[in-house]
C-alpha cells in the first residue's frame, strides 16, 4: 500500500501541488485524473522519486520513503513510464529496454548479448513492438518509442508502476494489449498508478479514480459508482457540453492534389485529393502511413516521391520551408517535442518563430514585437495554456500545455493547407474541445483546407467531412456523407472497421 499524506511541491512561480493526500491500494488500479497543469506528473515524478516533495510524506507498505532520485525508487520496487519519451537514441531498443538492469548482463568479458536481445525480445512481444532487438532506437516512430518505454518499465518487476499517459501515441489496438498486461499485474497484487486523458481507458481499466484540480486533492471515487459527465465535471469544475458542429461549406477548388504517393516501404501508390475549406480525415492504425505520406508532401522524405498539384500547378517540395512560405501548406507534427518546439526557449518565442518574417518591418528590417506579443497573449488565451508568462521556458510547461503552444504555433504561421497530426494527443477533454473548435473554425470562418490525421475515432467523426482509411502502407477506403449527415457514428464505425479488417 502507498500512502501520500500531505504533499505540496512548487517551482518557481507555480504552486504545483497543494495537500494531496491520497492512497493506492496493492492490487489495484488507480486513475490520475485533472485538466493540463493540473499537477498529475509532479506527483508522479515525487512518488517515482524524480522530485522531493517541499513537504508531506509518502509511505510505503507502513515504511516511510524518502528517496532521493528515481534510481532509489526502482530500487524499492518503483517502476514508472514518464510522459515525456525517454529514449537513447544511438543504442538499440533492447538495451533501452534493459537499461536499468545492464548490470544482471554483464560478466567479466563484457554483456551478455544474446540473453540481453532475448529477454528484451520477450518483453517486445508482450507489448506488441514488432521490430528486432537490435534496432537502433532512434530512428522509431513515437507509439513504437513509447511501447519500448512500457517494455522498460516492466523489465523491472515493480511492486508500484507508475503509468504517466503512456497511451497517448498508440491506437486503442495496441492500448489493449497494454491493459491485458496491466490487468495481469494487479491481479498479482501490483499497484498501478495510470494517467491519463482518455476518459474511455479510465471507465475500462481502472478500480478508482482520484481527481486534481489546480494542484488541489478534489476526490476519490470507485469508476463503477461515477458517470463520464460527473467525472469531467469533478475534474474542470463546472457542467461539460459536448458542442455539435455543423455542415461545411465545402468549395469546388481542388487546392491539393496528390498521385503516385511512394516511398519504399512507407507508402505505397497513394492518390487523394483536398478541396478548398475541407477537412478531410486520414484513419488508419499507428504506421498505416498516414504520417509518412504528410512528410513526403512538406519535402521531408528525400526517398518518398509524388506527384503534387497545388491550386492547379505542379509542385516540386523540397523542404519544410518551401512548403510553408511557396506553397502556404504547413505540417503540425505528431512528434511535438522532438521537432515542434525548442525546449529551452520561452513560450512567446515558440509561438513566434513562423510569424518572425510577416512583421518584420519590409525597410527597417525589424520587428513589430509589439504585434507579435499581442497575436501570442491571444493564442494563449484562446487555447487556454496554462503558464505564468509568455516568458516561461516551454520545458517548465505541463505536457498538454507543450501541446498546445507547438499547435498555436502553427496556426499563427496563416497557411492555407494545414496538415495536423494527432492535434489533441494528451490535451484534457476540456482544451481537446476548444481545439476542435478551433480546427472547425479555420475551415468553416477562414476557408483553410485542412488534412486531419488522427487516431482518436470519435475526433475524426466529429471534424472529418471525408474520410480514408490507412491501413500496410496503402489508402484502402474512403468514406463520404460525412457532411452531408447521412451516416450515424455507428455506420461510420463499421465501414472502417470493414476496411481494416
Ligand atoms: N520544472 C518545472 N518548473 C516550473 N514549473 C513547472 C515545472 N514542472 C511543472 N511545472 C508546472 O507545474 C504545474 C503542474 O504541472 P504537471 O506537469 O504536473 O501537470 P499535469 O497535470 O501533468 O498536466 P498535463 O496533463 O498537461 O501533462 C504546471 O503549471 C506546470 O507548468
Ligand atoms: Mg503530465
Redesign the pocket.
Known amino acids: 500500500m502507498l500512502e501520500l499524506q500531505g504533499i505540496g511541491k512548487s517551482?518557481?512561480?507555480?504552486r504545483?501541488l497543494h495537500d494531496i493526500s491520497v492512497t493506492f491500494q496493492q492490487g489495484e488500479v488507480h486513475a490520475l485524473l485533472?485538466?493540463?497543469?493540473?499537477?498529475?506528473?509532479?506527483?508522479i515524478k515525487i512518488i517515482s522519486g524524480f522530485y522531493q516533495p517541499d513537504h508531506g510524506t509518502v509511505h510505503l507498505d507502513g515504511l516511510p520513503l524518502n528517496l532521493r532520485n528515481f534510481t532509489d525508487g526502482l530500487k524499492h520496487g518503483i517502476a514508472v513510464v514518464n510522459?515525456e519519451i525517454q529514449i537513447v537514441p544511438d543504442v538499440s531498443v533492447a538495451e533501452n529496454i534493459m537499461l536499468e538492469r545492464l548490470d544482471h548482463y554483464r560478466t567479466p568479458l563484457g554483456l551478455r548479448w544474446k540473453a540481453l536481445n532475448q529477454d528484451a525480445a520477450r518483453l517486445m512481444a508482450l507489448v506488441g513492438l514488432e521490430l528486432k532487438p537490435e534496432d537502433r532506437a532512434g530512428g522509431l516512430s513515437a507509439a513504437q518509442k513509447q511501447l519500448t518505454q512500457i517494455a522498460k518499465a516492466l523489465a523491472v518487476n515493480a511492486k508500484v508502476l507508475l503509468l504517466?499517459?503512456p497511451t497517448s501515441s498508440i491506437t486503442l489496438h495496441e492500448a489493449e494489449k497494454l491493459f491485458t498486461i496491466v490487468r495481469g499485474l494487479r491481479d498479482q497484487g501490483v499497484t498501478v498508478i495510470f494517467?491519463s486523458?482518455k476518459i474511455e481507458e479510465i471507465f475500462a481499466l481502472c478500480d478508482k479514480v482520484t481527481v486534481i484540480r489546480d494542484?488541489l486533492m478534489i476526490g476519490t471515487v470507485e469508476t463503477k459508482n461515477i458517470k463520464t459527465n460527473d467525472l469531467v465535471a469533478m475534474m474542470i469544475g463546472r457542467e461539460y457540453a459536448v458542442k455539435q458542429l455543423g455542415t461545411l461549406a465545402i468549395g469546388e477548388e481542388t487546392v491539393l492534389e496528390v498521385n503516385n504517393a511512394y516511398s519504399a516501404g512507407k507508402i505505397h501508390d497513394a492518390n487523394f485529393h483536398l478541396k478548398q475549406g475541407e477537412i478531410l480525415g486520414f484513419y488508419g492504425l499507428v504506421g498505416a502511413g498516414r504520417t509518412q505520406l504528410a512528410r513526403i508532401l512538406i519535402g521531408e522524405d528525400p526517398a518518398g516521391t509524388a506527384d503534387i498539384t497545388i491550386r492547379g500547378k505542379k509542385v516540386k517540395i523540397r523542404s519544410v520551408a518551401e512548403a510553408v512560405y511557396q506553397h502556404r501548406l504547413a505540417y503540425i507534427t505528431e512528434n511535438r517535442k522532438e521537432e515542434g518546439l525548442i525546449l529551452d526557449f520561452s513560450v512567446g518565442t515558440n509561438m513566434a518563430v513562423t510569424i518572425w518574417e510577416r512583421f518584420r518591418h519590409s525597410v527597417l528590417r525589424v520587428i513589430d514585437d509589439k504585434r507579435i506579443r499581442q497575436i501570442n497573449l491571444k493564442s494563449v488565451e484562446e487555447m487556454s495554456i496554462?503558464?505564468p508568462s509568455l516568458e516561461q521556458l516551454v520545458k517548465?510547461?505541463?505536457?498538454?500545455?507543450q501541446q498546445k503552444v507547438s499547435i498555436a504555433k502553427w496556426l499563427n504561421a496563416d497557411c492555407d493547407i494545414l496538415i495536423i497530426d494527432e492535434p489533441t494527443v494528451?490535451v484534457?477533454v476540456g482544451a481537446k474541445a476548444q481545439i476542435h473548435d478551433l480546427i472547425w473554425k479555420l475551415a468553416s470562418e477562414q476557408g483553410k483546407s485542412i488534412i486531419l490525421i488522427s487516431s482518436d475515432m470519435p475526433e475524426l467523426i466529429t471534424l472529418a467531412r471525408r474520410i480514408l482509411v490507412f491501413r500496410d502502407q496503402r489508402i484502402v477506403g474512403e468514406i463520404t456523407g460525412l457532411n452531408e449527415g447521412e451516416l450515424s457514428q455507428t455506420e461510420i464505425s463499421r465501414q472502417i472497421g470493414q476496411y481494416l479488417a
Open positions: 517551482f518557481p512561480g507555480v504545483a485533472g485538466e493540463n497543469g493540473a499537477g498529475k506528473s509532479t506527483l510522459q504517466d499517459e494517467v486523458h494542484g496554462k503558464t517548465n510547461l505541463s505536457g498538454g500545455n494528451g484534457d
